[in-house]
């Protein structure tokens, strides 16, 4: 009987061992779970920290690391070509503009060009003038019933500009041949040239 008192003693004893063991992790468990918990809320980046102070586990990271930072080459040498590539075609526009800009500066007249140009435009407002008298004559020549109807077709501004050069006693025998609207509309356009000159 004392053997069995013995075993039955050791036995309790034997149990309290692995029972201290699992209370002593449960308590580990909770007081590293309250750490975790306190030490994330106040901002500390906690799996960090422990990654980096376990070496078997800075493996992982670094090969994430690595990874992340292939991604991030790649991603920069697909943004520098695409920026070359903005260069190259920055480069061929400047070229374009260069073109333009060589070709307009050979269209610019020389003195020698505006000179001649000067000289063609008096030559053809000379020959103008020469006209429009000779068409004042043959107005002033014409009985005023005739050129009264005649002026009366013409647009407003060529009319003006015949009316403007007759005579003042063809032109009051031309109005007065004209329907008195006409003649009233032409008579105030006069009068305004007049007063504007």
Do not use: C, H
């Not at 309790?12 to 468990?29: S, T």
């Not at 080459?73 to 060589?102: G, P």
């Not at 009319?159 to 105030?188: C, F, R, S």
Request: hydrophobic share 40%; no cysteine; charged share 30%.
């Amino acid at each position: 009987m004392k053997k069995q008192k013995a075993e039955t003693e050791k036995e309790p004893k034997r149990k309290k061992g692995p029972l201290l063991f699992i209370v002593f992790l449960l308590f580990l468990l909770i007081i590293g779970g309250a750490g975790y918990f306190l030490l994330s809320a106040s901002g500390v980046d906690v799996k960090e920290k422990v990654f980096s102070a376990l070496p078997f586990l800075n493996e992982e990271s670094d090969q994430e690391a690595s990874s992340q930072s292939t991604n991030s080459s790649n991603t920069q040498n697909q943004e520098m070509e695409a920026l070359q590539k903005k260069i190259k075609e920055k480069d061929l526009e400047i070229e374009n503009l260069q073109v333009k800009l060589e070709r307009a500066k050979a269209e610019i007249p020389t003195e020698e060009n505006s000179k001649e140009i000067e000289a063609s435009t008096g030559e053809e407002e000379g020959s103008q003038i020469a006209e429009m008298k000779n068409l004042v004559r043959s107005y002033e020549s014409m009985s005023p019933k005739n050129a009264a109807l005649i002026i009366s077709e013409l647009k407003e501004d060529q009319a003006l500009d015949l009316l403007g050069q007759l005579k003042t006693e063809a032109l009051a025998n031309i109005l007065a041949k004209m329907e008195p609207d006409v003649a009233a509309k032409y008579t105030e356009l006069l009068a305004g040239e007049a007063n504007v000159q």
